[in-house]
C-alpha cells in the first residue's frame, strides 16, 4: 500500500514534467542536427538534473553526497556502480557535473519517455541473454568514452534482489580499459527503500559517494585484468561501512 501511495503521488507530478520534457529533447535535437553539440548537450544537461531532484524529492529521498571532489572534470571517463534499485541511474547523475550514457538492458526500449531519455545520453542498449549483443555493446560504449561522452555500467549484471553488493563481471570492466579511461567508482545505498520496497512515507536518506578515480592508462596490464576485483572491494568496503537504512526509523 506504501508503495502504491509514493508512486502515484509521484507519478500525479512527474508524468506532466516527463512529458514536457519532450520540448527541450527536441530543441536539443534541432541544435545537435544544427551542429551546435555544446547547446544540445547544456539543454538536456540542465533538464536531466532537474528531473533527477523532482524524482529524488517526490519519492521521499534526501540525498547524502560525497566524494564530489573525485569526479574527473575531463578526459575518457567511466562511471562504475553497485546497482539495488532502477534509480541508480540517475543517483550516478545526481551531481551537478556528471553528464554520462549508460549501458542498460535492452527491454529499456520499451518504456516510453525514459527510453527518449535513455537516447539523448547517448547510452547503449545491451541484450544479456546474446554474448555477442553484450560484446557489441561494451565497444559501443567504449567508443563512446573514446569520444568524449562518459559512461555507466553496473558491472553486477543486474539489480541487488537482497541490498547486498555481488560479484562484478570483468567483462563489464573492458568498457573502460580498452581506451585507458578513468574509472570513476561510485557507491549508491539506499535508492530500494524509495521505489523497489519503500516501507514508509518519511523521507529516508540516500546515500550516494564517489570514490577516488583510477586512471587505467597508468596501470600495467596484470593491473587491468584485476582492476574489477580492486574496484569491487572497494565499492563493498564503503557500502557496508555506509549508516544502515532500518525500518524502525
Known amino acids: 500500500m506504501i508503495k502504491f501511495i509514493k508512486i502515484a503521488i509521484a507519478a500525479i507530478i512527474i508524468i506532466p514534467f516527463l512529458i514536457l520534457s519532450y520540448v527541450p529533447i527536441f530543441i536539443s535535437f534541432l ?5 551546435n553539440e555544446k547547446a544540445s548537450r547544456f539543454i ?3 533538464t536531466a538534473h532537474f528531473l533527477i531532484r523532482l524524482i529524488f524529492l ?3 529521498g534526501k540525498v547524502v553526497l560525497e566524494g ?3 569526479i574527473p572534470s575531463e578526459g575518457r571517463i ?3 556502480a553497485n546497482h539495488t534499485s532502477l534509480l541508480d541511474c540517475i543517483a550516478v547523475m545526481y551531481p551537478k557535473n556528471v553528464f554520462t550514457g549508460f549501458i542498460g538492458k535492452v527491454e529499456v526500449k520499451k ?3 525514459v527510453s527518449n531519455w535513455f537516447s539523448v545520453l547517448n547510452s547503449v542498449y545491451i541484450d544479456r541473454k546474446s554474448p555477442r549483443d553484450s560484446i557489441k555493446a561494451i565497444l559501443q560504449g567504449s567508443e563512446n568514452i573514446k569520444g568524449g561522452l562518459p559512461m555507466t555500467i553496473f558491472p553486477e549484471g543486474t539489480r541487488s534482489k537482497d541490498g547486498l553488493v555481488h560479484e562484478f563481471k570483468a567483462g563489464s570492466f573492458k568498457m573502460a580499459t580498452r ?3 578513468i574509472i570513476c567508482p561510485c557507491v549508491i545505498k539506499g535508492t530500494r527503500y524509495l521505489f523497489e520496497t519503500p516501507y514508509s512515507l518519511l523521507r529516508k536518506k540516500v546515500y550516494i559517494t564517489f570514490l577516488p578515480p583510477i586512471d587505467t592508462s597508468k596501470l600495467s596490464e596484470e593491473e587491468k585484468k584485476d582492476v574489477h576485483s580492486s ?3 572497494s565499492i563493498r568496503e564503503c557500502y557496508e561501512k555506509l549508516p544502515e537504512i532500518k525500518k524502525n526509523k
Open 111 to 113: 518504456i516510453p519517455i
Open 179 to 181: 581506451v585507458d579511461a
Open 58 to 60: 517526490l519519492l521521499g
Open 68 to 70: 564530489s571532489e573525485n
Open 78 to 80: 567511466c562511471f562504475i
Open 44 to 46: 538536456i544537461d540542465k
Open 231 to 233: 574496484i569491487e572491494n
Open 31 to 35: 541544435f545537435r542536427k544544427a551542429g
